[in-house]
Every structure is written in C-alpha cells, then in structure tokens.
C-alpha cells in the first residue's frame, strides 16, 4: 500500500492519513496496525477481511462504476465527504481494490481533487507518482451492466468542475516511499 496524503504535512495538529493499496494491504491487520489504518473504503465487491478485525469498513462503491456512470457521482462525493471528515479526525483511510490500479485508484484521485482543488490532470498525475501501477487510462473490461465505458481519466476530466467545486485547498506531500 502506498501513503498518498499525510495530513500532519498538510494541516497542523492533523494526524490522518490517506492510502491507497491492494486486497493484500487490506487484509493485512499487522500493517494497518503499525501504520494506524482504521478506515477501509473498499472499491470492489470482494469484502475485505479486516471487517471482522473491528476496523470500520465503509459500503462499498465500484470505483469502475463511478467512471462508467453505474454510479452517480453526487453519490460518490458524499462519501468523499464522509472520508475527509475521519481524515480530519485524524484517522487513516484505506482506499482499496483488489490491486490498486483502476477501481482505488479512480475513487482516490476523486478524493485527492476535492481535498486539494486540483485539475484531473495534476491529481491523476501525482497519484500516479505515489504509486506507479495505477491505470486511470484503460477502459475496463467489457460488462453487461456497464452503462457506458469510460475510462477513468475521462470521467475525471469530464467532472472536473463538479468535484472542485466545493474542495479543502490543502496541497499535496512530497513524493513518498511505500509501505
């Protein structure tokens, strides 16, 4: 799992942390321990384990189909609100899928836009330095319930003004190690 913000460097006094890894990180309680974890946002259906390890795992939303159009963006934006609120809170948040390139990766770039303002291009860009395998450029996979395929890069640009519109301001870390 890859650190993507840490908000002590951000906002003073303020200990969250903002993560973004794969179903191995999320089912790992001794790193989410050692490194204060206590929030999973998963992106895939697959529930991941360390709900029963008393973490707080919120309902999961397929990142896939928030680019897609499956699900409606205003929906997604609440739950970016809620993630900045525990963020705030000093808590760390796991943003995970089953590898951590497309569907994370997706919903993580939509957090980072409204937690700094930035353009899809910049924060699609800096989540990409933090954590290299990230994909925001592939249509997936054909589906029979996908409305529309889109890649991911697309509908952050496309929904650029909308996510922004209401955003923290804070800036991004510098380029960090993985965990």
Excluded at 16 to 38: F, I, P
Excluded at 124 to 142: E, M, Q, W
Excluded at 156 to 179: S, Y
């Amino acid at each position: 799992m890859h650190l993507i913000l840490d908000m002590s460097g951000l906002k003073p006094g303020c200990t969250g942390k903002l993560w973004l890894g794969g179903e191995m990180a999320s089912t790992d309680l001794a790193l989410l321990e050692r490194n204060q974890v206590s929030v999973l946002m998963p992106a895939s259906r697959k529930p991941p384990l360390a709900e029963s390890m008393g973490l707080k795992v919120l309902p999961y939303i397929d990142g896939t189909g928030l680019a897609c159009g499956d699900v409606s963006c205003e929906k997604f934006l609440e739950r970016v609100e809620e993630v900045s609120q525990y963020l705030f809170e000093g808590q760390g948040v796991l943003v995970c899928c089953a590898n951590g390139a497309h569907r994370s990766a997706t919903e993580l770039t939509v957090i980072v836009m409204r937690l700094t303002g930035w353009g899809a291009q910049k924060a699609a860009g800096y989540v990409t330095s933090l954590r290299n395998i990230v994909d925001l450029h592939s249509t997936a996979p054909p589906s029979s319930h996908r409305i529309h395929p889109t890649k991911p890069m697309d509908f952050l640009e496309k929904n650029e003004d909308r996510i922004t519109m209401v955003n923290f301001g804070l800036a991004g870390n510098a380029v960090m190690a993985p965990v």
